[in-house]
């Protein structure tokens, strides 16, 4: 339902049952499960990526030593990696997402596959290495919000950490 306030001009007539009942008018209940199988698996591999990245691979490239003595700087940086990792990799499936969600509802969504597949083609376009890196990295939204993202998993778990021990 938020999606479809996007770009439109506050009337101060619609509100969320008017809304959902257009939605349902134009597309039927399909629409309200539009992008979900692309959200589960985005937070799918998300979830994957960061608890991998981690728990396993990060500590790989810090002896133990040093994890111990500075293990609030060293936990506070391996969760600032690992999400904003997480993040990146994951975000092809949040891009399929979006598309969805932009789908006419009179229209059936483009299958994930077939999605990838045109925005390889697009990037391949670019006329160097560098701008399809820009093109990537702009069709993806890889910037501020990456980084919040990262900041947040880490700062998020430094909280957990600190409610438990009260």
Known sequence: IQYHYWGKVDTGKENFMSTAA???R???VRQFFVG???TVHRDLLFGGIFALLRHQVIPLFLPEHKRKHNKKRTDFFSNLVAGTAATIL???LNYIR???YS???SLAPEDSMTILRHLWKESLKESSRYKTF???QHRLRLGWGTARVGCGMAIGSKLYELCTQV
């Open 22 to 24: 257009e939605i349902f």
């Open 26 to 28: 134009t597309g039927g």
């Open 36 to 38: 979900t199988m692309a």
């Open 90 to 92: 994951s975000s092809p």
């Open 98 to 100: 979006n598309i969805h």
């Open 103 to 105: 789908t006419s509802p």
């Open 134 to 136: 820009l093109f990537l």
